[in-house]
């Protein structure tokens, strides 16, 4: 019987996230959820009812998508004529979440993307996952995805990003301190 080395740290399997374990629970769930309904509906109001819903739910989710994406752009245009930087999302991107949920056939899904057009909602998902995002990168570890963000998100007091490297003086220079050639 022989013993090997530990096992280092580095090779042992990394725990799934609860996340990506139940993720695929979840969808199947949702889906089994939404077919079932669909059929419900139609048993009761028959099959141009939930044709008619599927179709209304598309168009309607395609032009709240068009509509926050022109929103978008315009304040984007704005925010850059007037030299600052962009605004934060502004509610764009949950309306267009919710436009895309309508356009997704089934009636669970219309439901969760007409409640994301309203704006007591759309500031309560923000305002939730802003803190959860935040909650994730103040955990992050050094090296990984976290805190790459995390490093981006620094800036000076005033507000003014600044951007530029770290040059070390008490270390020598590799190449005998000579300046770098330009062209």
């Known amino acids: ?44 109001a028959g099959g141009l009812t939930v044709f008619l819903l599927l179709v209304a739910g598309l168009v309607a989710g395609s032009v709240v998508i068009k509509r926050a994406g022109r929103r978008a752009f315009q304040s984007l245009n704005e925010a850059l004529r007037q030299g600052g930087s962009p605004a934060r999302g502004g509610g764009n991107g949950l309306m267009m979440l919710g436009g895309l949920l309508l356009m997704i056939p089934g009636l669970v899904s219309d439901a969760a993307g007409l409640l994301l057009l309203l704006p007591p909602v759309q500031q309560a998902v923000g305002r939730f996952t802003e803190n959860a995002l935040e909650k994730s990168l103040r955990k992050a570890s050094p090296g990984s995805l976290g805190d790459a963000f995390q490093q981006a998100r620094m800036h000076r007091p005033d507000g003014k990003v600044v951007q530029g490297e770290v040059i070390r003086e008490d270390r020598p220079e590799p190449d005998g301190g000579r300046p770098p050639l330009t062209h």
């Open 1 to 44: 019987m022989t013993t090997g080395a530990p096992t280092s740290p580095y090779t042992a399997r990394r725990r799934r996230s609860r996340l990506r374990r139940y993720l695929p629970l979840g969808v199947a769930a949702w889906l089994v959820l939404e077919i079932w309904l669909l059929t419900l509906v139609a048993g009761a």
